[in-house]
């Protein structure tokens, strides 16, 4: 079973930045679109950030402006830059992959925006 894994979470004030990372070891990555999710206690996971293997992206519009998706193939990473962030984008970054019917997941880094 492939487990992403994610960091760079952590604490920020608010109009800060920072930058989370995801590693999917064991896939043809260049296959696969990625995408960052998040999800806020008592809420929904939303999707964030999309891009798919030719590189094109998509952004929730609550984030559109602020965050930007990139991939490294030759590292089989995925990164989202935030800045100008906000309280109410504190949740847990959750990564995926996903190519035909194969989705795989990581386990979530915490993204807490707080003075």
């Known amino acids: 079973q492939v487990q992403l894994v994610e960091s760079g979470g952590g604490l920020v004030q608010p109009g800060g930045s920072l930058r989370l990372s995801c590693v999917a070891p064991g896939i043809s990555f260049s296959l696969y679109t990625m995408n960052w999710y998040r999800q806020a206690s008592g809420k929904e996971r939303e999707l964030v950030a999309t891009i798919t293997r030719g590189g094109m992206r998509n952004y929730a519009d609550s984030v559109k402006g602020r965050f930007t998706i990139s991939r490294d193939v030759t590292k089989n990473t995925v990164y989202l830059d935030m800045n100008s962030l906000k309280p109410e984008d504190t949740a847990v970054y959750l990564c995926?992959?996903?190519?035909?019917?194969?989705?795989?997941w990581g386990q979530g880094t915490q993204v807490t925006v707080s003075s």
């Open positions: 995926n992959a996903a190519f035909t019917s194969r989705s795989f």
